[in-house]
């Protein structure tokens, strides 16, 4: 493919640090184990472009042709994007992210894919959510892109979930500010797939309980809920959520009452949640990132038991 063209870069806004390393995979039975590294590096880089600041990191070699196959508004300021990606040597873990190439956009996207890798197995799917600002690729999926628009991708990162079918199970406790659900439930919806293969197959991963904290300005920006619930009300054994609004101004709906808490996701919250078998994935703004991953470490969470993923 002739992607190297669209790799120069400019001034980036949008996302991502990739801030987790494999460093202990071996100890754990879940395969993702990350730590803290990388955090001053990527403090330094804020705001710096997507490629350049993701450049130690993971990648995939292919990059696939993709084509917009679907496009919905999923909140005022949120629009998603459904890709059909033919290349079956493109696959992806649940978490990662794409380096996004567009034609005559000079500056790459980065976005991490909010399906699961099940919808990709058989559909050859991918969806993505991706915030307005004035990052050029941002500009462009919501002005510019329509159905059969074509793109190319490519996958990396570190931050994903994907155990073995042999692993012990784990609980996840899954930390989601604004956007920053997408890898989160993206890592929710595999969980699902896997419980329902084992409920079928009687075999393969048994993924432990699920808690999803997510934090979001209103329910209007809480992404995806409809969705979450869904997972939450068929699977209600394994899967729990906590719905947080920070800046709510009108009424809450009965139907999203019971789940929806005013205010922060609080540091309370979280602790009770601490065990061993625990592994914490966090996605969301630096700050809350900073603050959910220091507060594990302070209450002994092994760091290879944390990982994150920042949003800017
Ligand atoms: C949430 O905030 C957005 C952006 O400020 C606004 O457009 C929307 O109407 C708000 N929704 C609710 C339910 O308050």
Same mark, same amino acid.
Request: proline share 5%; with cysteine; glycine share 6%.
């Given at each position: 493919?002739?992607?190297?063209?669209?790799?120069? =870069?400019?001034?980036?806004?949008?996302?991502?640090?990739?801030?987790?390393?494999?460093?202990?995979?071996?100890?754990?039975?879940? =395969?993702? =184990?990350?730590?803290?590294?990388?955090?001053?590096?990527?403090?330094?880089?804020? $705001?710096?472009?997507?490629?350049?600041?993701?450049?130690?990191?993971?990648?995939?070699?292919?990059?696939?042709?993709?084509?917009?196959?679907?496009?919905?508004?999923?909140?005022?300021?949120? $629009?998603?994007?459904?890709?059909?990606?033919?290349?079956?040597?493109?696959?992806?873990?649940?978490?990662?992210?794409?380096?996004?190439?567009?034609?005559?956009? =000079?500056?790459?996207?980065?976005?991490?894919? #909010?399906?699961?890798?099940?919808?990709?197995? &058989?559909?050859? !799917?991918?969806?993505?959510?991706? $915030?307005?600002?004035?990052?050029?690729?941002?500009?462009?999926?919501?002005?510019?892109?329509?159905?059969?628009? %074509?793109?190319?991708?490519?996958?990396?990162? %570190?931050?994903?979930?994907?155990?073995?079918?042999?692993?012990?199970?784990?609980?996840?406790?899954?930390?989601?500010?604004?956007?920053?659900?997408?890898?989160?439930?993206?890592?929710?919806?595999?969980?699902?797939?896997?419980?329902?293969?084992?409920?079928?197959?009687?075999?393969?991963?048994?993924?432990?309980?699920? $808690?999803?904290?997510?934090? /979001?300005?209103?329910?209007?920006?809480?992404?995806?809920?409809?969705?979450?619930?869904?997972?939450?009300?068929?699977?209600?054994?394994?899967?729990? #959520?906590?719905?947080?609004?920070?800046? &709510?101004?009108? &009424?809450?709906? /009965?139907?999203?009452?019971?789940?929806?808490?005013?205010?922060?996701?609080? %540091?309370?919250?979280?602790?009770?949640?601490?065990?061993?078998?625990?592994?914490?994935?966090?996605?969301?703004?630096?700050? !809350?990132?900073?603050?959910?991953?220091? &507060?594990?470490?302070?209450?002994?969470?092994?760091?290879?038991?944390? #990982?994150?993923?920042?949003?800017?």
């Amino acid at each position: 493919m002739a992607c190297a063209a669209f790799l120069i =870069s400019g001034l980036f806004r949008g996302y991502v640090g990739a801030v987790c390393t494999r460093a202990a995979a071996s100890k754990l039975t879940s =395969s993702t =184990s990350c730590h803290l590294t990388f955090t001053s590096i990527m403090k330094s880089k804020r $705001k710096t472009d997507h490629l350049e600041r993701t450049a130690s990191v993971v990648r995939r070699e292919v990059v696939a042709a993709a084509k917009v196959c679907g496009a919905v508004s999923e909140s005022p300021s949120v $629009k998603s994007l459904r890709l059909l990606v033919a290349d079956k040597d493109f696959s992806f873990k649940a978490g990662q992210w794409i380096d996004f190439f567009i034609p005559g956009v =000079s500056v790459v996207g980065g976005f991490s894919i #909010c399906s699961s890798p099940r919808l990709l197995e &058989q559909e050859r !799917m991918i969806e993505l959510a991706v $915030k307005y600002t004035n990052h050029p690729p941002a500009l462009w999926i919501h002005n510019k892109c329509t159905l059969d628009s %074509e793109v190319a991708v490519r996958v990396g990162g %570190e931050f994903f979930f994907d155990p073995q079918p042999t692993d012990a199970p784990r609980n996840l406790v899954l930390i989601a500010g604004g956007v920053g659900i997408n890898p989160l439930l993206s890592i929710l919806r595999y969980s699902a797939d896997l419980h329902r293969d084992r409920a079928n197959k009687g075999s393969g991963y048994e993924i432990g309980t699920i $808690k999803l904290f997510y934090s /979001a300005k209103n329910t209007s920006e809480l992404l995806f809920k409809k969705n979450i619930l869904n997972l939450v009300n068929e699977f209600p054994e394994k899967i729990a #959520c906590s719905l947080h609004v920070t800046k &709510q101004t009108t &009424q809450i709906s /009965a139907e999203l009452k019971p789940y929806i808490t005013e205010g922060r996701i609080t %540091e309370e919250e979280i602790k009770d949640h601490i065990s061993k078998e625990t592994l914490f994935y966090i996605c969301g703004p630096p700050p !809350m990132t900073d603050f959910f991953s220091k &507060q594990l470490e302070n209450n002994h969470v092994p760091k290879e038991h944390i #990982c994150f993923e920042k949003w800017w």
